[in-house]
């Protein structure tokens, strides 16, 4: 099973969840943290890490020897990524897609596949549990591709909880593609319940079931609810607001490590999520 845990905006408390989860339910689990540009599961779970792989993308390569400066390159690239003026070949390799367009259509194989670096991906251990994320390089902006490779360490004998990036945008959706169960973490406030429902309808668009935690649910307004009892969707979790939690937060500490009585509720809102996905409902 693959739960992904996402939240409409940062700050909602999604990485505590999907850390704290990870560590209730213990060995079988792997964590995947796909918030490859600001990933921060590793400072809460500590992991040690044996492993780590390089990611580049392939970006053209023009051999000038041979190009005749035809202009075919420029005119298939779709993202302006590459450019011929007068007798040069520009190539802009942080617009590049990895269409491979350029150098199908280039008459005179003067296109070679290099490589960009994208970042890198790191996996490990920590209590028995397994542990991958992706950094994105600093000043890359595609993080999708990197987040897909992360992905390709999804093991499907294990329980993967993956820590999506926040917002709707196209590296969320390509943390939670293909997920059994989302899991949305949002706050009781104007902002958060404006956020929630764009990822609710990201995770209706991709058929997905899916439910709340509320966390800090004491604080702020009673429009979630009321919000989630109007679009039917299960609150699964509450985290009311405590000072303990926000020290134990700022300390690098699990919330489960200080306050043990919430690892029931973190193993109860995994068999919620196991009731749902297999009873098949859709919410
Ligand atoms: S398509 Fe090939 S030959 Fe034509 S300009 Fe581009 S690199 Fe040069
Ligand atoms: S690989 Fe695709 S996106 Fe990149 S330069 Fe070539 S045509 Fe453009």
């Not at 109860?268 to 996905?277: G, P």
Request: aromatic share 6%; with cysteine.
């Amino acid at each position: 099973m693959i739960i992904s845990i996402a939240s409409g905006k940062g700050g909602t408390g999604k990485t505590t969840v999907a850390t704290n989860l990870a560590r209730s339910i213990g060995s079988g689990v792997q964590l995947l943290d796909c918030d490859v540009e600001e990933p921060n599961a590793h400072l809460f779970t500590n992991p040690s890490f044996e492993e780590s792989e390089t990611v580049f993308m392939p970006v053209p390569e023009v051999d000038e020897e041979k190009c005749t400066y035809c202009g075919k390159c420029a005119e298939i690239c779709q993202f302006k990524a590459i450019a011929v003026i007068n007798e040069n070949v520009l190539v802009f390799e942080e617009l590049c897609h990895s269409c491979g367009g350029c150098w199908e259509v280039c008459p005179e194989g003067a296109i070679q596949e290099g490589g960009r670096k994208l970042g890198i991906i790191e996996k490990g251990h920590c209590n028995g549990m397994e542990f991958v994320h992706g950094r994105l390089r600093v000043g890359e902006a595609m993080s999708p591709p990197l987040i897909k490779k992360v992905r390709g360490y999804q093991n499907p004998e294990k329980l993967t909880i993956i820590d999506a990036p926040p917002g709707t945008s196209c590296p969320v959706i390509a943390s939670m593609k293909g997920s059994d169960f989302v899991l949305l973490v949002t706050e009781p406030t104007p902002f958060g319940l404006y956020d929630l429902k764009l990822a609710v309808g990201a995770a209706q668009i991709l058929n997905i079931p899916h439910g709340l935690v509320i966390n800090r649910s004491d604080l702020g307004d009673g429009k979630t609810k009321e919000y989630a009892d109007e679009m039917n969707l299960p609150i699964l979790m509450e985290i009311p607001f405590s000072r303990e939690i926000a020290e134990a937060y700022s300390r690098g500490e699990m919330l489960v490590d200080v306050m043990p009585e919430w690892k029931n509720r973190f193993l109860e809102l995994h068999d919620k999520i196991k009731q749902i996905v297999t009873s098949n409902t859709r919410y």
